[in-house]
């Protein structure tokens, strides 16, 4: 065994898990990197793929064979550090001996956040593979725009309420942060209904957005990491009906920043565009703009009449929410 290797790392597991939860971890990765999945197909190369298939089952041997599992785990602490085959290079440095000034970038940030685990598993989670894939395709086109114009901020909409944004928004965060490894935050900017995510996690939503762009709450103190996950979760916090004042102010902007410094990926699930001005508001602060549309509910002139009311915002795609085909229910 390759004692350099995080075999618990590759399965996105803790050190102690069980074989009932090994084999589920491996499973869930096996499909993400497996012949079947579309999602991976516009990341990585055939090459690349086998690599990771490798590793994962290479994982899944070592950890579920007893002898060679106490082996691995005797053996963490005592392992090399891994060699890189290429030196770091200091960018700073280099950029100082070419004649060149600028500052030099702070480190991430990591603060301490609260706990909270899912009442019960999201669609994207176990419960239909196809949904999950498509959620997976999802995320491989954002992953495409922010490698192009380094777009991490985003928000997700729909014409009316209704749509399953709010939904979609939190399924595609958990894609995001455990299948594909990204730190990624889901913010809850829908300030004028209960919250969604407050119905879907197992600890009181106390605090959230409203609160902080109130001056009454702590912005990390609001923030909920989802337990043994990369993805975090500010809620909407207490109902409000001004919420076109407070996301004018200059707060929500430095609100934004400050998580776009901290995450891979920032998720704004917001209000709905019609027939609300908050979207106009939000639309300004993101990188793009995801429009939920449900088949077979929404009226064509009443998602034009949405499109419209966003002219300078940056569309980068729609989301068919609800859709049958022959190839089952899905989203995308």
Known sequence: MDMRKDYYGILNLRPGASEAEIDEAYRKAAAVYGDGSVAVYSLYTESERAERAGDLNEAYETLMDREKRTAYDSGLDLAPPREEETPEVDLDSLRESLGFRSPALEPRKHHK?????????????????????????LFTNIEQLSHKDRSTVFAITSAIKGEGKSVTSLNLAYVMATEFKKRTIMVECDLRKPSTVAEALDTPCARGLS???????????????????????????????????????????????????????????????????????????????????????????????????LPKCNIVGIVLNGADTRLGRYYY
Do not use: C, W
């Open 113 to 137: 956040y609260g706990g909270a685990r899912f009442k019960r598993p999201l669609e994207a989670s176990d419960s239909d593979q196809m949904v999950a894939e498509q959620y997976r395709v």
């Open 211 to 309: 609160d902080v762009l109130k001056g009454e709450a702590d912005l990390h103190a609001s923030i909920l990491q989802v337990e043994d996950t990369g993805l975090f979760i500010l809620p909407a916090g207490n109902i409000t009906r001004k919420t076109s004042e407070i996301l004018g102010s200059s707060r929500i902007t430095g609100i934004i920043n400050s998580l776009r410094a901290e995450f891979d990926y920032v998720l704004v699930d917001s209000p709905p565009v019609l027939p609300l001005v908050d979207m106009n508001v939000i639309s300004r602060l993101v990188d793009g703009v995801i429009m939920v549309v449900r088949a077979g509910k929404t009226q064509k002139d009443i998602v034009q009449k949405a499109f419209k009311s």
